[in-house]
């Protein structure tokens, strides 16, 4: 089997680039959205909105790319009989708790 | 007193808006780095990494403008006796919790 | 008036305590049942299901904790001119964000 | 290799129940002095300080468990073949994000 995740690299087909990076095109866009807020004097509590949206984004780009990496590198590390992923992944959700 | 928060406006002044765009910048900046992480085959866990550091940054604006909102239209509301606002405020802390 | 919320006091009469002490009962006994699935070894993602939903009755009540105090000391103290029990709710906010 | 989760069971031994319930008590017993805070008619900010800690207590406890569940479950199951496991954990890790 050839090794999508070694070296600390992650091999991604065009595919999964696309849709990643559109998704953060998405979220990028919403902060151009709320700088404009901002310039138009819109009220705060109508720009904390839009910002809780962003944080949404965030996260569900985060889940995305978590259960990405347990699909395939988790997987293929454990395999291995290679166990020392399973803190990483720990840690890794912890930071998002 | 002038009223600086009326109408679902608020009234920023320059250094304001100037503060909190360069605060999106910064996150707009952030995501362009993971867009590029993401196109280079960068480990999954490092982009989390960085996720979760943008994460932060939304989290850290939220509370810079809750906290301009609450110094600004929350004492002007609560002093013209009008505390409606303070469920509006409530409803918004939720959104981020 | 009457002041319900000096010297880091916060006056509640009978039935706001009977309500908070309800609620956090009913969390008590959530924890309760979490107990007795580990012992009786329950599979860990049921009892991590339960644990969100405590996590969520956590959160709840500390909504409910907040909206009492901006609606009761809040107001209070912005109308004896006293500002700085906003940075204090900030600083509370950014604990559960 | 025996099952140490099949059918939605999770089998501990004494020590790691132990462990866990005495968290779990410990965290029973931060709840009872809310209550009595609240019962006392302690300060809304110092009740939400001790509730912040709870919080932060359960997402630790969590954390705990879900840790356990992946050094067991999920590579006992992943090492069957059987990956459904890991949409099981995202699910899970999303419900506490």
Chains 1, 2, 3, 4 share one sequence.
Do not use: P, W
């Not at 070694?6 to 999964?16: A, G, L, V, Y």
């Not at 849709?19 to 953060?24: D, P, V, Y």
């Amino acid at each position: 089997m050839e090794c999508k995740c070694c070296d600390r690299k992650t091999i991604r087909n065009e595919e999964e680039k696309k849709k990643l990076n559109s998704r953060i095109n998405r979220i990028i866009g919403q902060l151009e959205g709320i700088k404009r807020m901002v310039d138009d004097d819109r009220y705060c509590a109508d720009i904390l909105i839009q910002l809780s949206a962003v944080d949404k984004a965030i996260k569900s780009l985060a889940s995305i790319i978590l259960d990405n990496h347990m699909h395939s590198c988790l997987i293929e590390h454990i395999e291995k009989g290679d166990y020392s992923i399973i803190d990483e992944i720990s840690n890794l959700i912890r930071r998002f708790q």
